[in-house]
Nanobody, 124 residues
Framework: QVQLVESGGGLVQAGGSLRLSCAAS????????MGWFRQAPGKEREFVAA????????YYSDSVKGRFTISRDNAKNTVYLRMNSLKPEDTAVYYC?????????????????WGQGTQVTVSS
């Protein structure tokens, strides 16, 4: 049974920074791609960032590229999302996700496990 638990959300002023964490239970964390998504009120869930199982490849949406950084610590079974230069439009519930299958290339990722989400609110 895989469980993903996000933390680190909160209220921050525009221009500020936050670091989200996602702790994963279960074995073999290091062989799965991990990702972050977000959902703002009244909007669909959208992709934010992903990191492949090796940790050597990262992917970002255009809206966060250059401001957010995804990373992973396999020893701690944790994936992080460092968010800098936050904007009010970054306000959303942020979700951590895990790939269904191990050793996936980016185009083959199926996001199958989700955390409960953590709220990020950016005030102007």
């Amino acid at each position: 049974q895989v469980q993903l638990v996000e933390s680190g959300g909160g209220l921050v002023q525009a221009g500020g920074s936050l670091r989200l964490s996602c702790a994963a239970s279960g074995r073999s964390f290091s062989i799965y791609a991990m990702g972050w998504f977000r959902q703002a009120p009244g909007k669909e869930r959208e992709f934010v960032a992903a990191i492949n199982w090796t940790g050597k490849s990262t992917y970002y949406s255009d809206s966060v590229k250059g401001r957010f950084t995804i990373s992973r610590d396999n020893a701690k079974n944790t994936v992080y999302l460092r968010m800098n230069s936050l904007k009010p439009e970054d306000t959303a519930v942020y979700y951590c996700a895990r790939d269904l299958r191990p050793y996936s290339n980016y185009d083959d990722i199926l996001w199958d496990y989700w955390g409960q989400g953590t709220q990020v609110t950016v005030s102007s």
